[in-house]
């Protein structure tokens, strides 16, 4: 199915015998749902990165803590691999199920336990939408900061997995400047909590080293997560440009003028029209490429970073600056953006999203080097970046029904990819790493940091049960991944110039 | 010396071979400056926190990285144990000298090597003084923003080490916060770093769980902080009140009326008179306790906040609100509250600072308990908080020429420690566990979760050679100090009703 990941490399999984584990199962945890046919399998296998499907061992949906703690207990005991998923919306295939592995899915943790106005605070379950927390503090008017596109959908046990971000997480945070603690079930089934009400909680930091972890150091079991105040004001900028590195400088000369928009957003053309076509939102269809800029606080502050945002794109060579007019506008303006995935899907049989990030004074060359990639692949690439933090979302458009069709997809892919890491970014920014980017760790971290990394990992999970292959590459995975590169006649890391 | 800390408890260290040591390390690490005699290691027999002395078996002071590497390779080998210290200024212990250890002092590491308007970092070396980040941006309207108050002294390598905090880290975050990437040095002698410039880095986040860490997984040799653009204005409120409890209520008032102030700070009657009477602040001596509360943005917007600060502060029962009429009133209300500390020592022969945090909402009732507490020991308490955040700072003024003098002032802290515990807080804000705290750390954790700080401690230490004996203690303590406290009659956790 893809050229770039070959379970062999991590070495055997156990075998494990799954009618005892089913047997163990029911009578170990009363109550418990168990799926064990294909049918009713089959939708689970798969996440957000469906190009990618494995039919899990069993699926099980517990619906309490002490639930979950026995199915750890159980297949600790048994030596039973776990992936947990909460909504499937992931895009680097963290919750892909493993054939050899229990599928744990958190769907029916789904409640609001305690909306806390006075502590600013709510707990919720870990299958509770992302969504689902603003809606039910709007009446106190506070919200959830960090919002995910997905956020109608994805569930925050999985953001607390990923460690998602968003469009406002430039000036609001990720997901762990916005958690207060979690509660846990490590893979041997004991409950834990994580982090602290205070600012500061002593020991190691484990809330924030779990927070991104991709399901490898235990299973979220509730969340506990700050609210903040509705800003006042929301308002939102919309910039042309005729030349797309323009628009990327621009980035950097807002950040250098000392503001912190709300979100600061860019579309190239490509993007840009996919969204038009789709939604309407009023964007200009000739421009090659678009930044959103959002400033909200108190009326009279965001009247002057209004002022100074506009004088800062004139003088960036903004061709217009267009202020939405009303609410419902400025909704226009972000449906745009946040459904620009699905708008370019509509324009190509089958697309690609990657998620890297560079140091946001590299987005002009970046660019220029991704349109280079895009012409030796013959590959359309469409643009979408979270831009004031330097995450880019390239969408890759190809079609899966011609001959290495997704192949050559993720060979661009993974060359974008490479890029980033060269001008010192990574190669993710709020995606994960998950199944899809496990070889691009090996260019990212050494061998030093990768054998750190196990043995943090040994000390949650000391037999690897808890979603192996994923996140996390083998030494041996990427001495293999390494030598395959070679074999093909290219070296990793060539020392190319910088673009 | 105190009752508290009895190091056999943590088991034998290995007694190195002091001669051997000298000898290999000046022969592998050519030019480092090593101290060895009794005269010159006395300097280095304490950090801030006085009361616990120790000579350590040498000092060393590298100038670079290599000899830092040099001189973990050359301990690792011979199982020697290492305590790095900074500037000396931490409050719990953190680098309290081992008798059977080296004293890796970080004081030539004192160059600022970067400071970056457009990439809004700055890159220096550990020995840095926090203050002197700012001072070295201020041309570029910028600033490093945790300040804790020893910020003239403190560096900034101690500062990751302790995630210190500071006045302004309700709204601007600690020191975890405010960092884009560490250098460090392992164990072993490897460099590597941790974090990266993109917001959110792949792999688990090792620089999260390194910031606090206190000197047990690695040492740090390089930091690269954000810099933040100075607000346009910063306006200081000062509140008056006749009673302790309507101070604390009206912290929790100003939070929940949606404003996040850049400062918000609590004294009590005898902190306040300590330290009018050292600075002349211009503080109300006949107040039972104000609260300092600093507006920072653009101007239109403090305008607006202070007027509704006010209001609520009014509406909170504050006999008086008095507003800094300029930035000399500004800084002289401040430099009260920044020197509580030496005002304090100048009313008492000793005191003993603590630092514990709750969370805001039990304020009002936990000083109701220090109050009885105090009155049960016999010992006065002055109080001064980061009140916004709930971490206190009891100070306990006591005589160490008394016979039990040190000692009842260690168990009225360690109580008052215990009181924060019990309604939800922790032991520390932000002056770290060190020695000073190994023991409350066994009330605050169970012995799952201290498993698990263990662990994590292995994955990078395996040998436990980096600062052993600190932070997290054994279970073995943790054991013995839940027998000794029921020897003498008192159990570790009472049930006792909350205030």
Chains 1, 2 share one sequence.
């Not at 047997?23 to 089959?42: C, F, G, M, N």
């Not at 919750?95 to 744990?104: D, E, F, K, S, T």
């Amino acid at each position: 199915m893809n050229i770039l990941y070959d379970e062999r490399l991590d070495g055997p999984l156990p075998t494990p015998d799954r009618t005892a584990l089913l047997h163990k199962l029911s009578i170990r945890v009363p109550d418990l749902q168990i799926l064990h046919t294909e049918e009713a399998l089959k939708p689970y296998e798969c996440d957000g990165l469906a190009a990618y499907r494995t039919l899990p061992l069993l699926v099980v949906l517990p619906e309490t803590i002490e639930q979950v703690q026995r199915i750890m207990q159980t297949c600790h005991e048994l030596n039973v691999p776990v992936v947990a998923r909460g909504a499937g919306t992931g895009l680097s295939g963290g919750a892909l199920p493993l054939q050899q592995g229990v599928l744990l899915v958190m769907a029916k943790f789904n409640r609001i336990l305690e909306v806390n106005p006075q502590g600013r605070f709510a707990r919720v379950q870990p299958g509770v939408r992302n969504l689902a927390i603003s809606e039910a503090s709007v009446a106190h008017g506070l919200y959830y900061a960090p919002d995910p596109s997905s956020q109608i959908a994805c569930s925050i046990g999985g953001n607390v997995a990923e460690n998602a971000g968003g469009v406002h997480c430039l000036k609001y945070g990720l997901t762990v400047h916005n958690l207060i603690s979690i509660e846990i079930v490590t893979v041997e089934g004991e409950r834990m909590t994580l982090g602290n009400d205070a600012l500061d909680a002593p020991g190691f930091d484990l809330m924030a080293l779990f927070t991104g972890s991709e399901g490898m150091l235990g299973i979220v079991v509730e969340v506990k997560v700050k609210l903040l105040p509705k800003p006042q004001v929301a308002r939102v900028l919309m910039a042309s440009f005729d030349d797309v590195e323009k628009a990327g400088l621009a980035v950097g000369s807002i950040i250098a003028a000392g503001i912190i928009p709300g979100g600061l957003e860019m579309m190239d053309n490509l993007a840009i029209r996919a969204a038009e076509d789709f939604i309407h939102a009023g964007y200009p269809v000739d421009a090659e490429a678009i930044l959103l800029c959002e400033l909200d606080g108190v009326e009279s502050d965001v009247d002057e970073e209004t002022a100074r945002v506009r004088e800062v794109l004139e003088k960036s060579g903004a061709i217009a600056v267009q202020i939405a007019q009303d609410e419902a506008e400025r909704q226009r303006f972000w449906a745009g953006r946040k459904n620009a995935f699905p708008a370019v899907g509509r324009i190509s049989p089958d697309y690609y999203c990657m998620d890297g990030t560079i140091p946001r004074r590299e987005l002009p060359g970046v660019l220029k080097g991704i349109a280079q990639l895009s012409e030796k692949y013959g590959l359309r690439v469409a643009n979408v970046f979270h831009a004031g933090d330097g995450n880019m979302h390239p969408l890759i458009l190809f079609d899966a029904d011609q001959p290495n069709g997704l192949e050559t997809a993720e060979a661009l892919g993974g060359e974008i990819l490479e890029l980033c890491v060269r001008v010192g970014g990574t190669i993710t920014g709020e995606h994960g790493v998950g199944r899809e980017k496990i070889n691009q760790m090996c260019a990212q971290f050494n061998d030093d940091e990768l054998e750190l990394f196990h043995a943090v990992k040994a000390a949650f999970d000391p037999k690897r049960l808890l979603n192996p292959g994923k996140n996390i590459p083998t030494l041996n995975r990427c001495a293999e991944f390494g030598a395959m590169h070679i074999h093909r006649g290219e070296l990793p890391f060539p020392e190319l110039e910088r673009f």
